[in-house]
């Protein structure tokens, strides 16, 4: 399911019974994590990423590094920018859906965005800027996968325990 402004998908994930009774997949994201409002955010605070860069060796598809950086921009009122919020921090392709945290003194990580591009497409011209979506714009997404599936509910085809004529 797409949000209709930004550049951000989830889908259901629905396991086999035979699957899922084997094999606890519980939800990385407990509703307690995701911050409110923009409450956690404004510019200067530091926030932490997980992703993927494709351009450190030995790092493709084997093991996320995490980072730092500073929220450069909360632009809190602007219609254009609403939801999204800019991260000075080094972001590289493959990156983006990297989740967006900030850590409390001894309490757990909040979840506050997800990575959705960088600023400066080309290596020439980066400028060690990236733009996130908030997580109100997580939590509507989260929402619309959850009435897409209270109007759709799955139907698994059982295989017939009658022989084939």
């Known amino acids: 399911m797409r949000h209709p402004r930004h550049d951000i998908a989830a889908f259901a994930l629905h396991l086999p019974a ?36 494709e351009v450190l060796p030995g790092t493709e598809g084997a093991f996320p590094l995490l980072r730092s950086g500073r ?3 909360y632009p809190v009122g602007t219609s254009q920018a609403h939801g999204r919020f800019a991260i000075n921090s080094d972001v590289y392709p493959g990156d983006s859906g990297a989740p967006v945290f ?6 757990r990580p909040k ?15 980066f400028s060690h800027l990236a733009i996130a979506v908030d997580a109100e714009v997580i939590r509507e997404t989260l929402a619309l996968v959850a009435a897409n599936e209270a109007r759709v509910v799955p139907t698994l085809h059982k295989p017939s325990s009658k022989p084939a004529p």
């Open 18 to 53: 035979e699957v899922a009774s084997r094999v606890k997949v519980p939800s990385c994201l407990d509703e307690k994590m995701l911050a409110r409002n923009g409450k956690s955010l404004h510019s200067g605070v530091e926030v932490s990423f997980l992703g993927y860069p």
């Open 71 to 73: 929220v450069a921009s």
């Open 102 to 107: 900030v850590n409390g003194c001894g309490r």
């Open 111 to 125: 979840l506050v965005g997800m990575i959705i591009e960088r600023v400066g497409a080309k290596a020439s011209s």
